[in-house]
């Protein structure tokens, strides 16, 4: 089971897409979408969801994304408020995670489609080996040399474009917890030490290391696991991926952290955020929780300087597990959407 603080539905197997969709879905940005900017899609779904503005958030909005298709299907279907709100979804930049097949074809096919719109991509790399402590997002590379291939893959598909990378949700704090074996800690720090170094080799990539949230109640443990796994090569790190601790929470833990390893910033899922985390009765509170929020937008305006912005990296929208009515985790739940929209400011 899921660890009532850390646990997640977000590996790109546990998401339950194929390596094969996609591709296809790349190769159709590559093909056909793009955006003069901060204007409507040439083609796409047919929601016309726009890019945001590049002083404001400089990702990029994938216009085949699972929200932007919903856009469509409600407004086919007639219903535009609830189009309206699925909008705020979909016309937000979200992380799109690099699946463990193909990891060349589909970051070049992400960079270059954020490229073609003038935008960066946001990519999240969870592949590390023992993933998850043999949870519900179990999996990663079958060892150290092919998960090194696999880094190797993602950097020559990346290239010189632009990109920000989110690397290895859980993997330092699953070593703090004990969740991942002792035996396998060293090769762990080596891995991700590695995989900063090959990322930031790159022209233009920027690395977060992730660091856990504000639900981890010792984050003085973490420091020095931290600069083990090279967070003061990697341009900061990244707090509350896939989680729904309060930004003004993950701020204060960012900085405890920040000042135990070189003043470095963060950035801050604040995907499903808006409401804080669940507290409800019933067991699995980070399984589609309900009455949840989206959190504050992606930007990179957020007013501190420690805090170098806040990001979608969980898609809002997708689902967390077969739990309160959910389908498998990573499947397009658009109740959950709907009602995490509906909740929304």
């Not at 796994?229 to 991926?241: H, L, M, P, R």
Request: net charge negative; with cysteine; charged share 25%.
């Amino acid at each position: 089971m899921y660890r009532k603080i850390t646990g997640r539905a977000r590996g790109y197997a546990a998401r339950g897409v194929s390596v094969t969709v996609a591709l296809a879905g790349a190769a159709l940005l590559l093909s056909g979408c793009s955006s003069d900017g901060d204007g409507k899609d040439e083609e796409g779904s047919g929601s016309g969801v726009s890019q945001q503005p590049k002083g404001k958030d400089p990702f990029w909005v994938n216009p085949e994304g699972n929200a932007a298709k919903q856009v469509a299907a409600y407004e086919k279907d007639g219903k535009k408020d609830d189009a309206e709100q699925i909008r705020k979804i979909a016309e937000q930049p979200v992380g799109e995670w690099i699946g463990p097949e193909e990891p060349e074809e589909e970051a070049r096919g992400y960079t270059e489609a954020a490229e073609k719109a003038d935008r960066d991509a946001l990519l999240v790399l969870y592949n590390i080996p023992h993933r998850d402590c043999g949870q519900f997002s179990k999996g990663g590379a079958a060892d150290g040399n092919a998960y090194r291939a696999w880094i190797d893959g993602v950097a020559k598909g990346i290239g010189d474009r632009h990109a920000t990378v989110v690397l290895e949700p859980d993997a330092v704090l699953h070593m703090v917890d004990k969740c991942t074996p002792e035996q396998f800690h060293e090769e762990r720090y080596d891995l991700l030490k590695g995989a900063v170094t090959k990322l930031k080799s790159l022209k233009n990539t920027k690395v977060y290391l992730d660091a856990g949230n504000a639900g981890w109640s010792q984050p003085d443990s973490l420091h020095d696991p931290l600069k083990r796994s090279g967070v003061e090569q990697a341009d900061g790190f990244s707090v509350n991926v896939s989680n729904f601790q309060t930004t003004e929470a993950s701020k204060a833990y960012g900085k405890t952290l920040s000042s135990k390893v070189g003043g470095k910033p963060f950035i801050i899922d604040t995907s499903r955020n808006g409401n804080g985390p669940y507290t409800g009765k019933g067991k699995d509170p980070w399984c589609n929780p309900p009455g949840r929020a989206l959190g504050e937008a992606p930007t990179t305006k957020t007013g501190d300087d420690l805090v170098d912005a806040y990001v979608w990296v969980k898609r809002p929208g997708e689902s967390d597990g077969t739990c309160r009515g959910g389908p498998q985790a990573g499947q397009w739940f658009p109740e959950y959407a709907l009602a995490l929209a509906k909740a929304s400011k």
